[in-house]
Structure formats: C-alpha cells, structure tokens
C-alpha cells in the first residue's frame, strides 16, 4: 500500500508511559455477531499481548450499524459510524443483517459505497486439520481481489411494471430499436475504466508487494464485451500504463520466454471455465481479480474448497478507510446460543493488524489458530467431521486460541 495511505491508516499514539496506543472502532454485528466478537476480541488483546508485551495496546471503540443501530437511533447505518471509520482509517465488523422489506437496501453494500471501499480483498488458503471436500486443498492459495462499488451491486434496477423499468423499457424502444418483454424488471450494470482499473491497480502492488506470481483477470467478456471485456481490456491496459517493467502478459510467454526475477504475470479467465481450473488446478493461481458478482461467487466458491466460509476472513478497503470484517452471513439460528465459529472474525482481524502494520499480532494470531485447530480442539461446525475432536463453545474457543498465546 502507498505510503500516503500508511500514513492515514495507521496513526496511533503514545501516551505518557510510552505505550503506543491505536484506537480501533468495531461493529459487533447482528445474530451470531456479539458471540463471535466477544470471542475474537479476547484473541486480539491476547495477541497484542504476547507479541509487544504491553508495549502497545488496542482502545476498542463500539460503533452502531445494522439492527441494533436502528433500535437504538432509528437508523440502520449513523453517519457517526461512517465518520469514526474514516477517522480512525480502520475498523472490524461482525456480520450484518440485511433488512427485509423497506429501510436500507443493504446496510454492508452502504457501508461499501459510503466510504468508497471499492476493493473486497479475500485471501482463500487452508489451515491444517480443516477438513476440506476436494482432495488437495493445500494446494489452495489465492487472493481474491472483488470490485465493490459497480456492476449489478451498484443497486440500479427497477421492479417488474414499475414506471420506471417501462420508462426505460420504451427509452431502449424508442432509441435503440430493442424490444424487451413490457413487464421486464430492469437492471442496469454499470462497469467504468476508473473503477477497474483502480481495483486492478491494488490487486498488481499487492501482488508485487508480496511476491505473487500472477494475477489473473476473471470476466465473462466473451458474452458481455463492453462490461465484462471492458474489464479484461482495462485490466492489461494498467498494467502496461504503470507496471511495464514489473508486469508480462501470459500472452508474451513462450517455450523459451519466462518472466524476469519478480515480474508479475497478468492473466485473464472467463468466469465458468475459472470455476473449473480453480478445482482442477489451484496451483496454477494466486492473486484473482474480479468485478463485483464474479467476484461474489468467486470467492465463496474458493472458501468452500478450503473448509467453508467459517474460516475465510475478509476486508473492505478504499483510499480512505479499511474495514475487516466476518465473511459469513449473520446465522440467526444460532444467535445467543454461543455455537458459532468465530475463525473467519479473528482471521480478519490478523488482516486488519497486518495492514495497521503490526505483524507480529497478526502471526501470534494465525499461529495460535492454527495450533488450536490442529489439536482438534474445535466448534461444532469444524467438529462434526474430525474424529475424535473436542466441542467447544463459540467463546471456549475463543479462550483455548486465546491461552495459546501465554
């Protein structure tokens, strides 16, 4: 990330003990969301802990958002919560609900578009002793890089014999000469060089930054040539405009023609046919770029190969705040009964202090996890297919990754 970011992210303070102190807002979510929280945040205090030994210290701030926002201040997402965000430069979130029938279309789509975090960034690798449905998911190491903020998820659509979707319907007649069944419902995908490029921008540093391999631009341009393709031409376009030394098309290799020491290879892969090399070739990929819905079942897609969305972390992540958050939905069958695997919240919140630029949290973070897993000491989710595993509460769990860490 550019140093002008860094320095808006990442501010902190020392206080008069010399503790340097980052103050972080969190969103506790709906449903499962305070369970997994309370238990993701005894691992994060945990972590800061052990890895600096009270040398630094995390002020957690609540902020609203979702159900219990709008039972509080008849709002499902305060502008106080949008502006805390951008202050801080970070934040975490538990899952949110998505409200039925009138209010907010959806308060984590309002969120996205809000503060303009157009890049939804989920890395996808497996974690020994999560069983997995494929054969070999450690081969399994990829980052999806999802554009947030256009395409069908920029909410432009009319219902069916509204008069509005007829409105465009005798437009498109009129100027066109389409004909289109009078009770369509009507949806528009907006796509733009600014807001691909911008996307595939991060995707490419990130994987410099990194030391990736490839990045591969996933479309389905074949059918939809100016949205879809439009993403794939803009894609190669950045990469020759900003990373010509750093970067080669697939295109350009050969037999006898390899990429230099640390150059990035761009690819592209129609969507459907992805689905299929992601299973029978996992090695093949490492840093995924998408538009929005692509994106969507991309990634989801990937997290199932890997043990399922209960352990795929997440963010959201613009040129004014970043915000991590849990992937999976709000299960509200399971709200209060404190049953729920927290691994996707705290792996999210190692992404978070890897960005604030605390890494040593984050590794004492994944270490521990990983080590909590590999005992088999586990929620129910991960238990019912390990033999022999010990059950653990949403917030024992929380406590065993936590007491790894002493």
């Known amino acids: 990330m550019e140093q002008t970011q860094k320095e808006t992210f990442h501010q902190a303070t020392t206080d008069d003990n010399g503790q340097v102190r980052k103050t972080i807002p969190f969103i506790q979510g709906d449903g499962v969301g305070p369970e997994a929280w309370a238990a993701a945040v005894t691992v994060f205090d945990a972590a800061v802990d052990k890895a600096y030994s009270g040398t630094r210290r995390v002020d957690w701030m609540e902020v609203q958002a979702g159900e219990k926002a709008y039972q509080e201040c008849g709002q499902y997402l305060p502008q106080e919560t949008m502006q805390a965000f951008v202050r801080h430069g970070v934040g975490i979130k538990g899952p949110l609900a998505t409200p039925v029938g009138g209010g907010i279309r959806s308060v984590n789509v309002a969120l996205r578009i809000g503060l303009d975090l157009y890049a939804c960034i989920r890395p996808i690798r497996h974690l020994a002793g999560v069983v997995s449905p494929v054969k070999a998911p450690d081969k399994v190491d990829m980052v999806v890089f999802r554009e947030n903020t256009e395409d069908v998820y920029a909410g432009l659509e009319w219902a069916s014999n509204s008069p509005e979707a007829k409105q465009v319907i005798d437009f498109l007649h009129q100027n066109f000469g389409v004909d289109l069944r009078s009770d ?15 996307l595939v921008r991060k995707a490419i540093q990130w994987a410099l930054d990194q030391g990736r391999r490839s990045v591969t631009l996933v479309h389905k341009g074949n059918i939809m040539k100016f949205t879809e393709g439009g993403f794939r031409q803009w894609g190669y376009e950045l990469a020759a405009e900003e990373f010509a030394e750093k970067t080669v098309p697939e295109h350009d290799l050969g037999p006898n023609v390899h990429p230099k020491p640390g150059q990035v290879v761009i690819k592209d892969r129609i969507a459907d046919a ?14 995924l770029a998408l538009p929005n819905l692509n994106g969507d079942y991309m990634s989801d897609a990937l997290a199932a190969q890997v043990g399922g969305l209960g ?5 959201n992540i613009g040129d004014q705040a970043a915000v991590f958050e849990a992937t999976h939905g709000t299960a509200p069958g399971l709200a209060g009964k404190d049953q729920v695997n927290p691994g996707s919240l705290i792996l999210s919140g190692a992404m978070m202090f890897d960005h604030l630029g605390w890494p040593e949290t ?7 996890l990983e080590t909590t897993i590999a005992a088999k000491t586990v929620t129910f989710d991960l238990a019912q297919d390990l033999p022999e595993a010990q059950v653990l509460s949403c917030s024992e769990f929380g406590r065993a990754v936590a007491s790894r860490m002493s």
């Open 184 to 198: 369509s419902a009507i949806g528009i995908k907006p796509m733009s060089p600014f807001g691909s490029k911008r």
């Open 311 to 315: 352990m795929a972390p997440g963010a």
């Open 274 to 287: 992805m689905f299929q090399n992601v299973l029978l070739w996992p090695q093949d990929y490492d840093v």
């Open 362 to 368: 984050a590794q004492a973070i994944r270490t521990a």
